[in-house]
């Protein structure tokens, strides 16, 4: 059975940062592109970044892009997402993704 577990999240003033971290059970994560979303309040989820299957590429939403990097470790099938300079719009629950199967989501608020 496929299975993603994000964890990291939590509260953070603005400009902190964050590591969020998605572990993947279940396929083989090695061969596999990963992503990130985020859904915040009121608003439709969003795509946040992608990574290749090596890592050794990755995309991101013009709105992180700078400030968020994603990276995985494939030998622990783990995807990271490393938030810096948080701003009060990434406050969002973050979602990891990847063969058709989701997170079920972690919290991000960022807040004085």
């Known amino acids: 059975q496929v299975q993603l577990v994000e964890s990291g999240g939590g509260l953070v003033q603005p400009g902190g940062s964050l590591t969020l971290n998605c572990a993947v059970s279940?396929?083989?994560?090695?061969?596999?592109?990963m992503h990130w979303y985020r859904q915040a309040p009121g608003k439709e989820r969003e795509w946040v970044a992608s990574i290749s299957t090596d890592g050794g590429s990755a995309s991101y939403a013009a709105s992180v892009t700078g400030r968020f990097t994603v990276s995985r470790e494939n030998d622990r099938n783990t995807v990271y997402l490393h938030l810096f300079d948080l701003e009060s719009d990434d406050t969002a629950k973050y979602f990891c993704h990847g063969l058709r199967a989701w997170g079920q989501g972690v919290q991000v608020t960022v807040s004085s």
């Open positions: 279940g396929f083989t994560f090695s061969s596999e592109v």
